[in-house]
């Protein structure tokens, strides 16, 4: 079976391959209550590395500034990454439609890897547990990239793993659920299909090639190409 127009897939995780949503802002919730900070918008920290979440919270609310805030930016790490091991990961569900996806990609002859924001911890254990690793030409974390998105590092990074398998840039296509990742998608010069709440993006709409309500949607586009 030939390649499916010798396309590459870079997937984001949190938001393209589970449903992690409530169990992390939950985690962030909690974990900004103990410093006395109780008004966030989610949204606008979705897809974004928790360390770069903090440090913008934390200078910008309370006012840290040197080495206090690289301090507390590791102590608000450390904290909400252990809310969300001891409370969150039982509550994450695999995006609706994931094992079909995952079967057609990869009776396809599709080359997929990830790119995600998330911890190696998390993308190694979501990956086992949904089974989404199982062929992947690669899984990058934000351990990979000194920045993480909407620096476009980490796309850079999955580029280069997609051109050693004869994938052409103008066929590789970014699978994204926020603005962050959006940005960090098309800053690498990478095509783009947007998933989910990023729909409601106004400012990142020029970026965006297509877009999808779930991954769904984007195996049954897939079939009408093959």
């Not at 903090?54 to 200078?59: D, K």
């Not at 909407?150 to 796309?155: E, G, L, M, N, R």
């Given at each position: 079976?030939?390649?499916?127009?010798?396309?590459?897939?870079?997937?984001?995780?949190?938001?393209?391959?589970?449903?992690?949503?409530?169990?992390?802002?939950?985690?962030?919730?909690?974990?900004?209550?103990?410093?006395?900070?109780?008004?966030?918008?989610?949204?606008?920290?979705?897809?974004?590395?928790?360390?770069d979440?903090?440090?913008?919270?934390?200078?910008?609310?309370?006012?840290?500034?040197?080495?206090?805030?690289?301090?507390?930016?590791?102590?608000?790490?450390?904290?909400?990454?252990?809310?969300?091991?001891?409370?969150?990961?039982?509550?994450?569900?695999e995006?609706?439609?994931?094992?079909?996806?995952?079967?057609?990609?990869?009776?396809?002859k599709?080359?997929?890897?990830?790119?995600?924001?998330?911890?190696?911890?998390?993308?190694?254990?979501?990956?086992?547990?949904?089974?989404?690793?199982?062929?992947?030409?690669?899984?990058?974390?934000?351990?990979?990239?000194?920045?993480?998105?909407?620096?476009?590092?980490?796309?850079?990074?999955?580029?280069?793993?997609?051109?050693?398998?004869?994938?052409?840039?103008?066929?590789?296509?970014?699978?994204?659920?926020?603005?962050?990742?959006?940005?960090?998608?098309?800053?690498?010069?990478?095509?783009?299909?947007?998933?989910?709440?990023?729909l409601?993006?106004?400012?990142?709409?020029?970026?965006?090639?297509?877009?999808?309500l779930?991954?769904?949607?984007?195996?049954?586009?897939?079939?009408?190409?093959?």
């Amino acid at each position: 079976m030939t390649r499916l127009l010798g396309i590459g897939l870079i997937l984001d995780m949190d938001g393209v391959l589970i449903d992690s949503v409530p169990a992390h802002e939950n985690a962030f919730c909690q974990t900004l209550e103990s410093f006395g900070i109780t008004q966030i918008d989610y949204a606008q920290l979705a897809g974004k590395s928790t360390p770069d979440v903090f440090l913008g919270i934390l200078s910008h609310s309370l006012g840290l500034t040197g080495e206090k805030l690289q301090t507390e930016v590791r102590r608000a790490t450390a904290m909400k990454r252990r809310i969300f091991r001891d409370q969150g990961r039982d509550q994450v569900q695999e995006a609706g439609g994931l094992k079909d996806f995952l079967d057609f990609i990869r009776n396809q002859k599709i080359s997929y890897g990830i790119a995600s924001s998330a911890s190696a911890e998390n993308v190694a254990f979501f990956g086992k547990k949904f089974g989404f690793l199982e062929g992947a030409c690669f899984a990058f974390s934000e351990q990979d990239c000194a920045k993480a998105k909407p620096d476009p590092a980490i796309y850079h990074l999955a580029k280069s793993h997609l051109a050693k398998d004869n994938i052409l840039p103008k066929n590789m296509i970014v699978l994204e659920d926020a603005e962050s990742g959006v940005r960090a998608a098309n800053a690498a010069d990478l095509r783009v299909w947007a998933l989910g709440q990023v729909l409601e993006c106004r400012t990142v709409e020029a970026f965006v090639e297509k877009r999808f309500l779930m991954l769904s949607e984007v195996l049954e586009h897939l079939r009408c190409l093959a």
